[in-house]
């Protein structure tokens, strides 16, 4: 396996629940981050993590509330979410948040498949 | 913030011909290029990356050129193999804001047997 995992793969919910996705990685990294894929946009990053401290929040709507309560794990709370927010929902994880070559190398997760009904 | 903008959103060739995949950027500041593949319904993957003290890089079949006077990069493939078929994305980072990378639209790859 890759070394990050994500679950559930895919999820379906409706506007007024509530879900949470769960990433893990066993790498020994101390950043991790959400990314967003919708089609035919570039990858849009929503929250970085360092050594559990969140150290980013690229402007997310409050509906998506992250959770990191270790290094090795982290969590995205989903609320009242609007169908415009079904994308693929990626996680990775980095030996280090700042520099380049090799502590700057994302592994990722394979991403849960999210649809908003 | 980094703008990078990515050509062509598709491209299709034929086996054992070459592909080509090209970035711009627009923050001088930018040191760090990375290209991810993503294979359908799999996780990106790191496949090759430059730094900007490096104007060429070579693993195997797979090359990246960094032009920094013009602000591009580019992905070379060559004798393409249909399990090359996937959406290649490049990034840019400058390694200072938090370790953010701006990633490009993707480029979609099928190579036709």
């Known amino acids: 396996e890759t070394g990050v995992t994500q679950t559930p793969r895919h999820l379906v919910m409706g506007m007024t629940n509530k879900k949470s996705l769960k990433c893990e990685q066993h790498?020994?990294?101390?950043?991790m981050y959400w990314y967003k894929q919708s089609a035919k946009k570039p990858l849009e990053l929503m929250f970085v993590?360092?050594?559990?401290?969140?150290?980013e929040n690229n402007s997310v709507p409050s509906r998506f509330s992250p959770e990191c309560p270790n290094s090795s794990h982290l969590f995205l709370h989903l609320h009242t979410l609007q169908p415009e927010d079904s994308a693929l929902y990626l996680c990775?994880?980095?030996?280090?948040?700042?520099?380049?070559?090799?502590?700057?190398?994302?592994?990722f997760g394979s991403g849960t498949r999210l649809t908003v009904v | 913030g980094e703008n990078v903008e990515q050509h062509p959103s598709t491209l299709s060739v034929q086996e054992g011909d070459s592909a080509v995949i090209k970035c711009t950027y627009s923050?001088?500041?930018?040191?760090?290029f990375p290209w991810y593949k993503q294979e359908l319904g799999k996780r990106p993957q790191l496949i090759i990356d430059?730094?900007?003290?490096?104007g060429e890089k070579k693993d195997q079949r797979i090359a990246v050129t960094l032009n920094k006077t013009a602000k591009h990069f580019s992905l070379h493939i060559t004798e393409t193999q249909p399990e090359d078929s996937a959406v290649y994305f490049c990034?840019?980072?400058?390694?200072?804001?938090?370790?953010?990378?701006?990633f490009g639209t993707g480029t979609s790859l099928t190579v036709i047997p």
């Open positions: 430059i730094r900007s003290n490096v």
């Open positions: 993590y360092n050594f559990k401290e969140q150290t």
């Open positions: 790498l020994g990294h101390n950043a």
């Open positions: 990034a840019a980072s400058n390694g200072r804001t938090g370790n953010q990378f701006y």
């Open positions: 923050d001088s500041a930018s040191n760090y």
């Open positions: 990775a994880s980095s030996p280090a948040l700042t520099g380049t070559g090799p502590l700057a190398r994302y592994t």
